[in-house]
């Protein structure tokens, strides 16, 4: 942070009614202090239709429209394109989405829209599981993870979001924690300078869906990078990949530990999980050390 | 200016003159045409707008929803399948106050797959908050357009105009296309009292579980009401700087008519060539066009159809293990009124494209005026045995 952020100038103002330790609330406090207050959030079917607050309360203090769970895209590109209309392309327009709308039933709006790159800048803000409606597995669950739905655990891999906006084209994605605020700030400053669709996958860690206490909410985001499991890192033009934060490289265990969502985990299944982030690492450093 | 047009490019002109800024859209027969020629418009200028070809008819009318909460006249256009997968988002459109207007070019839904006319896909949709019109001529077509952006924005309620599928959306007929000068006066630009405004911010739809709900949902009920109202008013403006207007129902020679034909659309076409027929025999039947279904024209029918014997009613869709939607409604309308009230006649003809014939809606006016009570609550016309 440049500057510590102060109530009076915050554009989330206190009172929301987020869970305690919730990385969705953080990565939106962190998200409106770098686009600032010309900006107009999408906000679909997710945690955040509740966190914002009931009617007539607002959290936000940028205007706000409330959408259908798979629109949030196009709703978003319908705003873009008025504001367009009335010569206000200066406005951010942000989609703010969770991994269900994101991953799931979000994606054929999402993809329509960053096909046509339309003007807008999506954030998926990741938890990991349908959490508002009480933790089931989405696309976005992790391998092995426990959900309501997945009670022996997850027998696939997360689908690799990233790699499928990158094979959009689009001009700009990124990953960002709500660990590393600087980066994530850093990110949205240059994304906002970017005319087309603009990503970003945020990893934010949700204490009562991945069972942990709410006060090592943002330890865990952090451990995600620096076992490898979130590395952060950006993609321009869908080809140009950057690491933005160097990774400690811990065993992945330190991270799947202390989390209640992967306490039936083997020896096994651990180091099983550890070779699949190995290799997506290795996978991530070829693409970022490829010049094109 | 006169020009011989389809009726989905009657439609595309009305969008044009009416000065719509963000169209998205998605093709689907008999529909395209329509957003075709308003791509062509957007490209040449003809239309100061923008237009989006999104991924779905979900999307389109997610699209234009954004649209028109940040302050913009919009505009889609779809029919069928494409209808019914919008169903949500007309629950949003209308449930968030927005003046969308929209074309459904009225197809049947399959399966067995087919692409003609019937009015399945609207009739389908009319819980949804959207006020409904159902035209009979290209000319209509056009001119309803600019109507219900004037009655949309008027009440802040969502507007379908629904065209035959075919019988108009393909047919070319001469329209008279009114200068950008005369539209401009009985429609003024879109300037809505609340919009996403980054120098007034709002939030629009936050969750509400509380008694503001039924409220909110009473309002829009209320400019239901409003709207029928405003429907009449935005005809009179428009028959006096058009000279031609459309009433809410139309009444076709209902003078001392015994018998009375309801219908809606293009059937009432070949409907007033029969009660011409039959009124040449001396035979005193007349016709009642439902030409706005949403709200529901409740006064005018119970005042026009209360004097009649008997009433036939001509539905191009089924509410299945129940009888033709404008039959149900027709009768729902008869029995507030006072006293006795004619019998309700229910046929259920023209489904899937199958022709509306003069001999098939002769047949509906003799069965009628032989029975004294309907035997049941529908009849099929021109099954094949």
Redesign the interface.
């Known amino acids: 942070m440049t500057a510590p952020m102060t109530a009076e100038k915050e554009l989330m103002s206190p009172g929301h009614l987020a869970c305690a330790g919730c990385g969705a609330a953080l990565a939106m406090r962190y998200a409106l202090e770098a686009l600032g207050?010309?900006?107009?959030i999408?906000l679909p079917a997710c945690c955040w239709?509740?966190i914002?607050?009931?009617?007539?309360?607002?959290t936000?203090?940028?205007?706000?429209?409330?959408?259908?769970f798979?629109?949030a895209a196009?709703?978003?590109?319908?705003?873009?394109?008025?504001?367009?209309?009335?010569g206000k392309s200066d406005?951010n327009v942000m989609a703010w989405a969770g991994d269900g709308g994101t991953f799931d039933i979000g994606i054929?709006?999402l993809?329509?829209a960053a096909?046509?790159n339309?003007d807008i800048i999506y954030i998926c803000y990741d938890n990991e599981a349908y959490m508002n409606t009480g933790i089931q597995r989405s696309s976005a669950t992790p391998n092995l993870a426990w959900t309501t739905t997945t009670p022996r655990g997850k027998l696939r891999a997360k689908k690799n979001i990233m790699a499928i906006m990158a094979a959009h084209m689009i001009p700009y994605a990124a990953t960002a924690s709500i660990a590393f605020p600087d980066d994530f700030v850093a990110k949205l400053k240059k994304a906002a300078g970017i005319t087309g669709t603009r990503f970003f996958h945020v990893l934010a860690t949700c204490p009562v869906g991945w069972r942990i206490p709410s006060n090592l909410s943002v330890k865990m985001a952090r451990l995600a990078v620096h076992t490898n499991v979130f590395p952060l890192y950006e993609v321009e033009e869908g080809e140009r990949y950057h690491l933005t934060v160097p990774s400690r490289n811990l065993p992945v265990e330190d991270y799947l530990k202390p989390q209640g969502r992967f306490q039936n985990l083997t020896a096994e299944m651990i180091a099983e999980i550890q070779q699949e982030v190995d290799r997506n690492w290795a996978k991530l450093n070829r693409l970022a050390a490829d010049p094109s | 200016m006169k020009k011989v047009l389809m009726g989905d490019h009657a439609v595309s002109y009305g969008v044009t003159l009416s000065r719509a800024q963000v169209i998205a859209a998605y093709p689907i027969t008999p529909q395209t045409f329509i957003v075709e020629e308003l791509s062509e418009m957007c490209a040449d200028g003809r239309l100061d707008g923008r237009f989006i070809m999104v991924e779905s008819e979900h999307s389109a009318m997610a699209c234009v929803i954004g649209a028109s909460v940040a302050g913009s006249r919009v505009f889609t256009a779809t029919s069928s399948h494409g209808l019914a997968l919008m169903h949500e988002m007309l629950h949003w459109a209308a449930g968030a106050r927005l003046p969308v207007v929209m074309a459904n070019v009225n197809r049947t839904l399959g399966p067995p797959w087919n692409i003609l006319c019937d009015h399945s896909d609207s009739m389908s949709q009319r819980d949804t908050g959207w006020i409904q019109f159902y035209v009979e001529s290209n000319q209509e077509a056009l001119d309803t357009i600019i109507q219900a952006y004037s009655i949309a924005e008027r009440v802040r309620l969502p507007v379908m105009v629904n065209l035959d599928g075919f019988f108009l959306s393909h047919t070319a007929e001469v329209v008279d296309v009114p200068d950008q000068e005369q539209v401009d006066a009985v429609l003024p630009p879109y300037s809505p009292e609340f919009k996403l405004d980054v120098a007034d911010p709002h939030t629009f739809g936050a969750i509400c579980l509380d008694s503001n709900f039924m409220k909110m949902r009473s309002g829009i009920q209320e400019a239901m009401d409003e709207s029928g109202k405003a429907a009449i008013e935005v005809d009179n403006d428009f028959k006096e700087i058009f000279g031609r207007h459309y009433d809410v129902v139309e009444p076709y020679r209902l003078d001392g008519a015994k018998t009375i034909l309801v219908t809606a659309g293009t059937a009432a076409s070949t409907s007033r060539v029969v009660v011409d027929a039959f009124r040449e025999k001396g035979e005193p039947v007349g016709l009642l066009r439902i030409r706005m279904l949403r709200p529901f024209p409740f006064a005018q029918i119970r005042s026009l159809l209360r004097e009649a014997d008997r009433i036939a009613v001509i539905d191009r869709s089924i509410s299945y293990g129940l009888s033709g939607g404008l039959a149900t409604e027709i009768r729902a309308a008869l029995y507030g009124t006072e006293g006795s009230h004619p019998p309700v006649f229910g046929y259920i003809a023209g489904l899937g494209g199958k022709d509306l014939v003069p001999e098939a809606i002769s047949e509906m006016i003799s069965r009628c005026q032989k029975g004294q009570r309907p035997a049941r609550e529908d009849l099929w016309i021109g099954v094949k045995s």
């Open positions: 207050p010309r900006t107009i999408v239709s509740i914002a607050g009931p009617f007539p309360h607002s936000l203090r940028v205007p706000t429209f409330h959408a259908a798979e629109t196009v709703t978003a590109a319908g705003v873009r394109a008025a504001l367009d209309m009335q406005i054929q709006a993809s329509g096909e046509r339309d």
